[in-house]
């Protein structure tokens, strides 16, 4: 805005010359123009005071949620601290590393907050100075102007330069907190919860330490890409869904497991129900006999050729419909044959958990095999103790793990969430 104007001055400026019009109409006409531009130049000197005073206070502001989810994350740790030492625990070590994970995180926030306020009063200075330079400057340059039109050109630009001098400061300043300060302390913020988290996590997995997780598939992190086998649904949520689209059949992903043999595998996996899903009816009425073929409407975990059962995340039809077939075994009012290869080692849930039927689409609420939004009459939220899983195998292995997501019909269970630890 204010650029334009100074390049209509020298626009006018310069026509005037070309025109023919005389060297002193020209000194007036610019003269004129000057005296436009001071107030003009008045009221830039506030705006970038202004910006300068916003731009502290949004950081100071960011400064204090970063403190806020610092204090948030201590009462985790020392939450966590007093679960562990009542279990006399081999986690300690960890929790040491998170601690001092913490102190670091606070001490670059502090140092990171007196940058701000010297970056940011260094900044206000140097527009003042800035200013006052050029207010003086202004004077002595309408006193001396020059009639020809390289002078008036000139000063134009020295006028345009200084501007974007200014500007140029509030921009520094700022990008210089980002860049430094925020983005570090932000980032160490997040590392120190990814570890609490997974602390926290593998304590799920029966806290007796050693885990090491070999798969971290989380879809609601906009920059997690599906493995390739599946392919990212166009749902309201980001989920992992299939890609072949024939009745009673899976895709597989298989699951690289570095670091050795392992004996036990823990986790979770959270998915979405879409339509009608069927849990063990495949199985149920005989359609599919085997751990090869599509036994369950949800994911199968394997692992080896042919395929051992880790465990089994089924989807059921609804909470409501206790006689069919299609539901949970936690929701029915009949036997519902589990394959005796999975026996007990299931999860098994439905969203809908209120009268009515699902029809063909999808249930964003309540996500399967969280343990969480069972209506009264099911028992499948704490059937097994959802979300965490932990599977001890009959021997040693260091086999890719599988996870094969199957339906019987077009209705399935695209997956959000799958955390596997091993050891
Ligand atoms: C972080 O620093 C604040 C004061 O700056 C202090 O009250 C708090 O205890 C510190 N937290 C940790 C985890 O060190
Ligand atoms: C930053 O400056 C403000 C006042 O300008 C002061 O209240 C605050 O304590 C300073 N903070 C730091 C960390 O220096
Ligand atoms: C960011 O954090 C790291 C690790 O604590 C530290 O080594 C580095 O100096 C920090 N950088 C800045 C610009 O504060
Ligand atoms: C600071 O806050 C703004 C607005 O809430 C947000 O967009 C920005 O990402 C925050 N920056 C950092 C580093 O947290
Ligand atoms: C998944 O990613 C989201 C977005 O990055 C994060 O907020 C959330 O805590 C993560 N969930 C888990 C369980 O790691
Ligand atoms: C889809 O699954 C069916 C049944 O398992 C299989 O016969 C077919 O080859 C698969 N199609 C593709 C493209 O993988
Ligand atoms: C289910 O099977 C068990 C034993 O396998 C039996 O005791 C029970 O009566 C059966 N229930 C129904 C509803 O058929």
């Known amino acids: 805005m204010r650029s334009l104007q100074l390049v209509v001055v020298a626009v006018v400026a310069f026509s005037l010359m070309q025109t023919g019009v005389s060297q002193c109409d020209v000194l007036r006409v610019v003269g004129a123009m000057y005296e436009t531009l001071s107030p003009l130049l008045t009221e830039m000197k506030q705006d970038l005071a202004t910006e300068m005073r916003e731009g502290l206070a949004a950081l100071r502001e960011n400064l204090t949620n970063i403190q806020q989810q610092i204090n948030a994350l201590t009462e985790t740790v020392s939450n966590l601290e007093q679960t562990l030492q009542q279990n006399n625990d081999e986690q300690t070590p960890k929790l040491d590393m998170v601690k001092s994970l913490l102190i ?61 001098g200014l500007s140029m400061t509030v921009t520094t300043a700022h990008s210089e907190l980002e860049r430094n300060v925020l983005t570090n302390v932000t980032k160490e913020l997040k590392k120190t919860a990814d570890y609490i988290l997974e602390l926290a996590h593998t304590y799920e997995c029966g806290g007796t330490g050693g885990w090491r997780r070999v798969v971290y598939l989380n879809m609601t992190d906009p920059n997690t890409n599906c493995p390739s086998g599946w392919q990212l649904t166009s749902h309201s949520k980001r989920t992992c869904g299939r890609v072949n689209t024939s009745i009673l059949s899976c895709d597989s992903v298989l699951f690289p497991v570095s670091g050795g043999d392992y004996t036990s595998v823990c986790g979770s996996i959270r998915a979405y129900q879409y339509g009608r899903t069927d849990a063990f009816e495949a199985y149920h009425r005989g359609h599919v006999t085997t751990i090869e073929g599509a036994y369950v409407s949800g994911v199968s975990l394997t692992h080896g050729n ?118």
């Not at 990171?112 to 003086?136: C, P, Q």
């Not at 689409?361 to 932990?390: A, R």
Request: glycine share 6%; net charge negative.
């Open 104 to 164: 670091s995180v606070n001490t670059s926030m502090s140092e990171g907050l007196s940058a701000v306020n010297t970056s940011m009063s260094e900044g206000l200075s140097g527009v003042k100075a800035n200013l006052l330079e050029h207010s003086s400057q202004t004077a002595s340059e309408l006193a001396g102007l020059e009639t020809n039109q390289e002078t008036i050109d000139s000063k134009l630009d020295s006028l345009d330069s200084k501007q974007d």
């Open 306 to 423: 042919p395929r051992q059962h880790i465990w089994t995340f089924a989807a059921g039809f609804s909470e409501t419909t206790p006689s069919r077939d299609d539901v949970c075994p936690c929701d029915a009012s009949i036997n519902i044959t589990v394959p005796p290869f999975v026996a007990g080692d299931y999860f098994c849930e439905s969203e809908i958990h209120y009268p009515g039927t699902p029809t063909n689409s999808f249930y964003p609420d309540d996500p399967l095999w969280d343990g969480e939004g069972c209506g009264s009459s099911s028992s499948c939220c704490s059937f097994n103790n959802p979300p965490y899983f932990t599977k001890t195998l009959p021997s040693p292995t260091s086999d890719p793990i599988e996870a094969r997501l199957c339906w019987l019909d077009i209705h399935g269970s695209p997956i959000e969430f799958i955390e596997l630890y091993v050891k």
